[in-house]
């Protein structure tokens, strides 16, 4: 099975990417499934369909649409956990209505929204899964998760019996319930999923991120948080897409705001470098319908298979040298004299020169870095290495 999941802020055309790219996937012969967690039902607005919902929809040949309700993916596969943590929560006197919010841990939306991807690899039925991810500046931590909860729990796992036996002693003291069965083989079943999804998701022959942008400050840096992240977390971006570019314009206000967007498009390519960038115009009308859908999988691929791997590596790598840790960023078309290399709070700015210019990368650093200071740097092959 492949698997591309798309990110971005919210507005940067995210949602009609994710069904362009399937319908072309489709359009290949793939039997291809696209998968949306927004909660705006934006499948059926993308596709004008009104009846996509959380059941999977025959949009066209190859290709099946689902909406994905976070809260039901809950109640059908968490429901057992959730019952006996809000009944522990009920047990020191909250009431029964608070306790169940209580025991909805944060990100369990997204998380479960995920683990739909585990289902339908389980289930073989598709070559090709399109992913519109919830737009959500904390998004790729949910992609890195069901590694962190799968580890641990596995280790707490093997102690559960233990505890429940416990558990079971002290219950008319502690007038704590004591956890079934049923909870514990839940726990395990649980565990045993997110192992299976973070394995998907972090193999690079399988799964592909891809960053979607419009040509503005605020979105691109976005992108380039996302992308740190996904390096960070070992999950491969193979692409980056620049949506909504305007044309050059007789008019001078739309003619000034063409050319700075133009300028942006360019930035990115120097800041996502060696991603391949897509650029896609602003059409003169909605983006919506299986027709200009595909129009706009045309101006991103041509024809190109959607489904291939455009790039595989990661443009940040972070590795630990005894106590300190070494950033390598990748460099192009620069010499040893061409870059300064700053520390600024939580960021290093990389100024390089280049024919047109000096480019500036503001590359965010992990936390493990707080209160380190930049050591030394060197410049081999086309990589500046950094050592904090």
């Known amino acids: 099975m492949r698997l591309v999941i798309y990110t971005g802020k919210g507005g940067t055309g995210k949602t009609v990417t ?21 909660p705006a039902h934006t499948l059926s607005d993308a596709f004008m369909m009104s ?26 596969q968490y429901n057992t956990i959730l019952s006996y943590m809000a009944s522990v929560f009920s047990a020191k006197g909250i009431d029964e209505t608070l306790a169940y919010e209580i025991a909805m841990l944060p990100g369990m939306t997204q998380l479960f929204s995920l683990l739909k991807i585990e289902e339908v690899a389980q289930t073989g039925e598709y070559e090709a899964v399109v ?13 890195y998760f069901p590694k962190l909860v799968g580890s641990i729990g596995r280790k707490l796992s093997g102690l559960a019996g233990l505890f429940s036996g416990f558990a079971k002693v002290f219950q008319p003291l502690a007038k704590i319930p004591a956890p079934s069965s049923s909870v514990i083989k839940s726990e395990m079943d649980l565990i045993d999923r997110l192992d299976s999804l973070a394995t998907i998701i972090k193999d690079n022959s399988v799964t592909s991120l891809r960053l979607v942008a419009n040509p503005d400050t605020f979105s691109i840096e976005n992108a380039k948080r996302a992308l740190m992240s996904a390096s960070l977390y070992g999950i491969n971006v193979d692409m980056a897409i620049v949506n909504k570019i305007m044309a050059g314009s007789s008019d001078s206000y739309y003619d000034k ?35 200009m859908l595909s129009r706009h999988a045309d101006r991103i691929f041509g024809g190109e298979d959607p489904a291939r791997i455009f790039y595989k590596g990661q443009p940040y790598r972070f590795e630990n040298e005894g106590s300190a840790i070494r950033m390598t960023v990748l ?17 290093l700015t990389v100024s390089v020169k280049t024919a047109a210019g000096k480019v500036v990368n503001i590359v965010p650093l992990p936390v493990a870095t707080a209160g380190m200071k930049l050591a030394r740097a060197r410049l081999e092959d086309r990589q500046l290495q950094g050592t904090v």
Not at 18 to 33: N, P, Q, Y
Not at 131 to 143: F, N, T
Not at 257 to 275: C, D, I, M, T
């Open 18 to 38: 994710s069904c362009a790219t399937a319908i072309k996937m489709a359009a290949r012969g793939r039997r291809t499934l696209v998968l949306s967690a927004d």
């Open 51 to 76: 009846e996509i919902g959380h059941e999977p929809r025959q949009v066209a040949e190859n290709l099946v649409a689902q909406q994905v309700d976070p809260v039901a993916e809950m109640s059908k």
């Open 131 to 143: 992913l519109d991810m919830p737009a959500s500046g904390e998004a790729l931590r949910y992609l």
């Open 257 to 291: 705001w063409a050319s700075f967007q133009h300028g942006k498009v360019e930035e990115a390519k120097a800041n996502f470098y060696p991603l391949p960038v897509r650029e896609a115009e602003l059409y003169s009308t909605e983006l919506r319908g299986i027709e």
């Open 331 to 347: 460099v192009p078309f620069s010499e040893k004299d061409d870059f300064t290399l700053e520390r600024f709070g939580d960021s």
